[in-house]
């Protein structure tokens, strides 16, 4: 049992130590009474049999102290109560209070202890003390019940052995060996991750400084690339200067004005083609001559003597007389043969026509070089952080496009720059504004492979803004169409079937949009060729068919007068005390403009007139029926498609949907209802041929 007690916590150990000598009793008053109670709680049944005193001899039995503060209480004389006053007293003290409170268990199988430490508690305390605790003890057995208190507190005790507690103590020690364990684990694991945040962050740092490196490296290698291809660009232009022509600028009066001049190409071609007109000319003279020198009769020869006249002839000058017929011939041999190397004229006016596309071409390059040199950005700065401006592409009214660099998804974009003129008034201004976010509300919703994705969008300034577009490598139809002037009608099928498409998308959307400014400039073909794919861009004119605005007859034209005139229905341009009604069917009458354009190398209607000449005289007002050309060749099914885009009567037209669903889009259903026919009167003719036979 001892070894068990060693075995226990030091703090423990040294609190039953105190308990089971009784050290402290002593040390004061204001303790005897928590030490009494501790005492007394060892209190057993062998120490109810001191209660019978022991015989006294008759001397002791007679002899009493005098002034015994204590006689009333005790029933014999002596040095003080019995000890079992003392377990009573213990028994009763404190109010709510267990008798073997905070006594191990050991305590109460140890006689030892339970007799001898009360006695020297006694013998070491003054009188003083023992009678204040005979009072206490007085005051506490009249005032409390012990019995059943002590009964059932020492029976709940007693189930407590040192076994248990043993077992308790190392079942704790081992559950706080296992939890410091625990945290130990968890705090290792902790160190671990902090150890690896540190590490990954140390390693995102580093990624991000060579992110920046190569965006760095990104940009100049971008920038030096572009410069090259700046200069390449202007050392092209000026050897074209010389080749193709150049503008210069004349003075009229106190105004200057630039005027065209050809390079050398143009000078040696019309000096070419000169020299062909005279030599034609020098040829259709000596044919006339040739003939009044023809024999009158083939069969009739000059007589042998009238050759020494007509070498005499030929030796004064003369040369009206009469050839032979051999020689008459030789000569128009000679003739013809000079006059069909002449033809060669042809190829000239196809060299020329050349020419003057790639003179387009080159003006083009030109003003496009001279007003990038006046932009201000010129120098590749780069938008929003993100943006790297790279060459100018194009300019319009009030915008300017550019090639630029998106150094966050690192792919090529077009940056449509917006500048404002700073003289306008705010209200245009914030309508100017106001119009290009609601493009960009329209654009920016939109997803087909047909269309121009719009990325982006973003301020510089107050006077300045940007959109960012998908970038196209080719150029436009419009600049297709003057390079090319027409194209095949399988060509421009396919063209229009994917502008049908795209068309057929925004009117499936929900709520619809009508493009209003659909033309060849906004027709974009990706690899530059006719026989490739196409994007439709330049949402800036398109309408909204919302339920508010949109009715049974359409919507009202609110900017009635905006747009390309050429492409755009008779509705646009009637004039009324309201606005008139459009529907989706305007880009219809677009579609068969563009494809009569594009089969027929001009347009419908107004073709070289301008638009203010179609405005004043009503030119679109007054194209009631289309007319097509006997040259290029067509087919019938191409005219009938036109036909019906280009119908007078919006009422009349076909609107989007049944565009879509024309058969000359559909190649299959055309040849299957073609195929149809045919087997049809194919079979008309087998039985109309064999009624005859059968007549016959």
């Not at 400084?209 to 030096?224: A, D, P």
């Not at 509705?571 to 606005?579: D, I, L, R, S, T």
Request: contains cysteine; proline residues 5%.
């Amino acid at each position: 049992m001892m070894e068990e007690l060693h075995s226990l916590d030091p703090r423990r150990q040294e609190l039953l130590e105190a308990r089971f000598t009784g050290v402290g009793v002593a040390k004061g008053s204001g303790q005897n009474e928590s030490s009494n109670q501790s005492l007394c709680s060892v209190g057993s049944l062998s120490d109810k049999e001191l209660e019978t005193p022991e015989k006294k001899s008759n001397d002791q039995r007679t002899r009493k102290r005098k002034g015994d503060p204590f006689d009333n209480q005790g029933k014999g004389g002596g040095r003080g109560h019995k000890i079992s006053d003392y377990f009573e007293f213990a028994g009763g003290s404190g109010t709510g209070t267990s008798p073997a409170r905070g006594i191990p268990p050991v305590a109460w199988s140890s006689p030892q202890h339970s007799l001898s430490n009360p006695p020297v508690a006694v013998q070491q305390g003054s009188p003083s003390s023992i009678s204040s605790v005979n009072a206490d003890h007085s005051h506490s057995s009249c005032s409390h019940k012990p019995a059943p208190t002590h009964t059932q507190h020492q029976a709940t005790q007693s189930e407590l052995t040192m076994e248990k507690l043993a077992a308790l103590e190392s079942s704790k020690s081992s559950d706080l060996e296992k939890k410091e364990g625990r945290i130990d684990d968890l705090l290792r694991v902790n160190c671990d991750l902090r150890r690896q945040i540190d590490e990954q962050q140390k390693m995102l740092e580093r990624c991000k400084e060579r992110l920046n490196k190569c965006v760095t490296m990104s940009k100049k290698l971008l920038i030096e690339k572009s410069k090259q291809e700046k200069i390449a660009c202007r050392e092209k232009s000026m050897q074209d200067r010389l080749r193709l022509g150049h503008f210069t600028t004349v003075r009229h009066g106190a105004s200057f004005t630039e005027q065209w001049t050809d390079g050398y190409a143009f000078q040696n071609l019309v000096k070419q083609q000169e020299r062909v007109n005279g030599q034609r000319e020098d040829i259709e003279r000596q044919r006339k001559l040739l003939l009044k020198k023809k024999p009158p009769n083939a069969s009739q020869t000059p007589p042998p003597s009238l050759e020494p006249n007509k070498r005499k002839n030929k030796s004064n000058g003369a040369e009206n007389e009469m050839l032979s017929l051999a020689e008459y011939h030789e000569q128009e041999e000679i003739f013809k043969l000079r006059l069909g190397h002449l033809k060669k004229e042809a190829e000239i006016q196809v060299e020329l026509e050349r020419l003057e596309r790639v003179r387009n071409l080159h003006i083009r390059e030109l003003k496009r070089i001279h007003n990038e040199d006046n932009s201000q950005f010129k120098d590749h700065p780069t938008l929003n952080d993100r943006y790297l401006l790279l060459h100018l592409l194009g300019r319009g009214g009030f915008s300017e496009v550019y090639k630029a660099f998106d150094l966050t998804e690192q792919r090529y974009v077009a940056v449509k720059i917006h500048q404002l003129n700073k003289n306008w008034r705010d209200e245009k201004k914030e309508n100017y504004h106001k119009h290009a976010c609601r493009e960009y509300r329209i654009h920016k919703e939109l997803d087909h492979p047909r269309i121009v994705k719009l990325y982006d969008y973003f301020s510089l300034d107050t006077d300045s803004f940007c959109t960012v577009l998908e970038y196209c490598e080719g150029n436009d139809l419009d600049f297709y169409l003057k390079q090319h002037k027409l194209m095949s009608e399988k060509e421009a099928r396919s063209i229009i079937m994917q502008v049908v498409n795209a068309l057929k998308y925004l009117n499936e959307i929900r709520p619809p949009i009508i493009h209003y400014d659909l033309k060849p400039g906004n027709i974009l073909l990706v690899n530059g060729t006719a026989c490739g794919e196409i994007k439709i861009t330049d949402f800036g004119l398109s309408k909204i068919m919302d339920d508010d605005n949109y009715g049974v007859d359409g919507m009202e034209l609110t900017s009635q007068g905006a747009g390309t005139y050429w492409y755009l229905p008779p509705e646009c341009f009637v004039v009324g005390k309201e606005p008139p009604k459009i529907s989706n069917k305007v880009d219809v009458w677009s579609v068969g403009v563009i494809f009569y354009q594009c089969l027929y190398g001009k347009k419908p209607f107004g073709h070289n007139q301008s638009q203010q000449d179609i405005l004043q005289e009503n030119t679109i007002l007054k194209a009631t029926e289309v007319q097509f050309p006997p040259k290029p060749g067509v087919s019938p099914e191409a005219k009938a498609f036109i036909r019906r885009c280009l119908v007078y009567r919006k009422e009349d037209r076909i609107d989007v949907h049944q565009l879509a669903s024309d058969p000359y889009l559909l190649p299959h259903i055309r040849k299957s209802v073609a195929a149809t026919g045919n087997s049809s009167m194919a079979v008309a003719s087998t039985s109309s041929s064999s009624n005859s036979s059968a007549s016959n």
